[in-house]
């Protein structure tokens, strides 16, 4: 095995198993998936995450909690011409988050959508009682209609992002396999840390996902083993590399998965569904 080989282990195959048919739904864990740098996969990895989960029988949830609606128009939802969005449900007084759910074109896979409006929730939910609480509050009817709820949170350790680490059972970070990317890193870690002490004592670090690894470069080589050296086994096993199919996918609005089934990077999201399930983070 060269050095190559051990510091990064395939991405795909079998090194999970194949999870079992679920004889019933929920309750739901919810994660969030969070980086406050922009640009790392956070969106692409809910998308096609949670695709991969529905295609092995789990109902899953997406929630879109950034303003630029991402991953709304990456599922071939419109968010911007809705009269309500997850936006309306946070400052409602009685929220229904079941009026704003779109099921997506994936089987076992919805959406609460966003959009620009989303941006205006931080200055409307200052001066509210529980603030911090809000879409626990909003998630709460729903958690025995999913297995999985999936926040896909917005570059930003604001209000937003508290909102949703506070309604978490845990977090997965996916981390560009670039230096300056690991420099936010602990910030986020002590955000999380914050949030577990004063809101949320049940929020665990679920784990570090790379992603836009690129082999054949010695600096991507070396930013994942520092990142295994220093989060030890909150790594996933599982990588995700660098490709054009990932924005191919979102322009033709649907997951890598379904988009091109058989390429390396739909096997990548297939295992590190496996993975999760294996690891106990989802049913």
């Keep these: 095995m060269t050095q190559r080989d051990a510091l990064l282990p395939p991405s795909s195959g079998q090194s999970f198993p194949e999870p079992a048919p679920l004889a019933s739904h929920g309750p739901a864990r919810i994660v969030a998936m969070s980086n406050q740098k922009g640009g790392v996969g956070k969106t692409t990895t809910t998308i096609n995450l949670a695709a991969a989960l529905a295609a092995y029988g789990r109902k899953v949830l997406i929630v879109d909690f950034d303003p630029q609606g991402a991953a709304s128009a990456g599922l071939g939802v419109n968010a911007r011409a809705l009269d309500r969005t ?16 779109v099921e997506t074109s994936v089987e076992n896979l919805d959406i609460a959508p966003a959009n620009i409006d989303l941006s205006a929730a931080e ?52 981390l560009e396999a670039e230096y300056f990317a690991m420099r936010g890193v602990a910030l986020l870690i002590e955000q999380i ?25 010695l600096h991507s080589r070396e930013v994942v083993k520092s990142v295994r050296e220093g ?36 096997a990548a999201y297939r295992q590190l569904a496996r993975e ?4 106990g983070r989802c049913a």
């Design 123 to 174: 200055i409307v939910l200052i001066n509210e009682v529980a603030r911090e609480q809000a879409l626990t509050r909003v998630l709460r009817p729903v958690l025995d209609d999913y297995d999985l709820i999936v926040i896909d949170c917005q570059p930003s350790l604001g209000l937003l992002t508290v909102n949703a680490l506070t309604a978490a059972h845990g977090v997965i970070i996916p």
């Design 276 to 279: 999760l399930i294996a690891r």
């Design 193 to 217: 840390e914050r949030v577990q002490d004063r809101l949320n004592p049940r929020l665990e670090l679920d784990g570090v996902l790379l992603t836009m690894v690129d082999a054949r470069t």
């Design 231 to 266: 989060f030890g086994e909150s790594v996933f096993t599982t990588y995700i590399s660098r490709t054009v199919k990932f924005p191919d996918a979102s322009i033709a609005a649907v997951p890598i998965t379904e988009y091109a089934p058989s390429h390396p990077g739909a």
């Design 86 to 101: 997850i936006y309306n449900e946070l400052i409602a007084a009685k929220p229904n988050i079941r009026e704003i759910i």
